[in-house]
């Protein structure tokens, strides 16, 4: 049987100030960092690595093929966050922190070296597929470690608000990935580009090491592990099992719902910052360099908006504010994808920028709400495990199915249907866990 366990006070003795902003510094740049490498796989997955990597007569074939490869990230997601999850609830969440950076890095900075099929053949896209399963494995036990090392610190009442500077590394992440993917274009030549330059981007990929260090020699680890650690020290005298089968035993609902309540954001956020840009410039023809300066942009207001639907959360509740947000996008689906079909710069920014803006609501209060949905003795197992299933369900496949539909359908409208469904599904399992709370 499922019950959710409540959100927990801070029982440990709380951290001065300083090491609050520092610890809190040091979770976003980790998550900035981790984001970047893993988005500039999506941006070279739309634009370059079907070409090199997946050679096939039909251009739509080797986009899926790539697009494919950047699924098989999401899919080791869970993995991620499984080990890392179990290992962090029991020895910390800073070791499992500084492990997944150190991943990260090294896959990043592999997939940039990564020699094409032309040159190694069939043993390129394999090696591929396996940096990429990499780095779906870092990501996945990175979100967990940041999130809880963040909140954990947080002061009582603004958990929200510090979950926020986490998330916000989706964003600086986006932003960073398309400037250097801009830039990289921009000092090269088109040719230069598809030899060279689209390899820049993942050999910046390699500074997330020093960050690793960083946090492993300067960052403490969380007061509220500290206390959990009593727990489980007798949670394992009395033989009750790990973290791991305690949330599959008695809170695999809760999991589940968590999961089903943030796939649409998933999906919808891949689906505009991968499947929109292949779709744009292979479609619609419009400028690959336009369309990732629009991306760019709509990227930077999140930076305002996450923070500030976070600081809303903490006053006004964490499901009124998500529950907000998952409707907006059920509302924006439709409108979103007639803009963008205009072929208009101008009206793909605003259809995006009105997207956004929902997923920032969404997006803000969720690190908050997912780490309040478990005790700290099994938070890092059930956040995590929530939210890459998400991952999974939602943005994993997104630009991969989104590239089926509008080839099956011929309409971009079957995409939109498709964001509808996942709204409604978010939307009913926020209503259970708002329905549990009030419960409780």
Same mark, same amino acid.
């Given at each position: 049987?499922?019950?959710a ?31 970047y490498d ?13 070409d090199?990597y997946?050679?096939a007569g039909?251009?739509?074939a080797?986009?899926?093929a790539a ?8 899919l080791?997601?869970?993995?991620? $966050?499984?080990?890392?999850g179990?290992?962090g ?14 991943? !990260? ?12 099929? @032309?040159?190694i $053949? ?7 597929? #396996? ?7 870092a ?9 809880l090392l963040?909140? @954990?610190?947080?002061?009582e $009442? ?13 964003p ?16 090269t ?31 403490? @680890?969380?007061?509220?592990?500290? @206390? ?14 790990s973290p ?7 809170h ?10 943030f ?10 910052i991968?499947?929109?840009?292949d ?6 023809? !419009?400028?690959?360099?336009a369309?990732?300066?629009v991306?760019?942009c ?8 996450i ?37 208009s ?6 259809g ?24 700290p003795? !099994? ?28 080839? #099956?359908?011929?309409?971009s ?9 996942l ?7 926020i ?5 549990r709370?009030?419960?409780?």
């Open positions: 049987m499922d019950t366990p409540s959100a927990q006070p801070l029982t440990a003795a709380t951290p001065a100030a300083p090491n609050r902003r520092r610890v809190a510094t040091a979770a976003a740049l980790a998550s900035a960092v981790e984001w893993y988005f500039v796989f999506g941006i070279a997955a739309a634009l370059i690595l079907g090199l997946f050679p039909s251009p739509t080797g986009v899926l697009f494919a490869t950047f699924a098989v990230g999401f080791a997601r869970p993995l991620g $966050g499984i080990v890392a179990h290992l609830d029991r020895r910390g969440r800073k070791p499992m922190l500084v492990l997944a950076l150190t991943l !990260m890095g090294v896959a990043t900075t592999g997939i940039g070296l990564l020699p094409t099929y @032309e040159t $053949g069939v043993a390129a896209p394999v090696l591929l597929v #396996a940096l990429r399963v990499a780095q779906g494995v990501v996945g036990a990175q979100w967990g470690g940041a999130m963040a909140t @954990e610190y947080a002061p $009442g603004k958990r929200g608000v510090y979950g926020s500077v986490v998330q916000l590394g989706v600086i992440g986006v932003v960073t990935a398309n400037t250097v993917f801009l830039l990289a274009g921009a000092l030549s088109e040719p230069a580009f598809k030899a060279w330059g689209w390899r820049l981007p993942f050999l910046v990929g390699v500074l997330v090491l020093g960050l690793a260090w960083y946090i492993h020699t300067r960052v403490e @680890e969380t007061p509220e592990f500290r @206390e959990a650690e009593k727990a489980l020290a007798e949670r394992e005298k009395s033989e009750q099992g791991l089968r305690t949330i599959l035993r008695d695999l609902g809760t999991v589940l719902l968590a999961g089903g309540s796939a649409v954001n998933t999906a919808t956020f891949y689906i505009l991968t499947g929109v840009l779709y744009t410039t292979r479609e619609l023809g !419009m400028s690959r360099g369309v990732l300066t991306s760019l709509v990227s930077l207001t999140q930076l305002v908006l923070p500030a639907s976070a600081a809303l959360s903490d006053r006004v509740g964490r499901i009124r504010i998500y529950a907000l947000g998952a409707a907006g996008i059920a509302l924006w689906a439709v409108p979103l994808f007639l803009l963008i079909d205009t072929g710069l101008l009206w793909l920014a605003v995006t920028f009105v997207a956004s803006c929902f997923l920032s609501i969404m997006y803000g209060p969720q690190a908050a709400l997912f780490a309040e949905l478990f005790t003795e !099994m938070r890092y197992t059930g956040a995590s495990l929530g939210y890459q299933i998400a991952a999974v369900g939602g943005g994993g496949l997104a630009p991969f199915v989104m590239v089926l539909l509008l080839e #099956a359908a011929d309409t409208m079957a995409v939109s249907g498709y964001i509808v469904v709204a409604l599904i978010a939307l009913g399992s209503k259970v866990l708002a329905d709370a009030r419960s409780r």
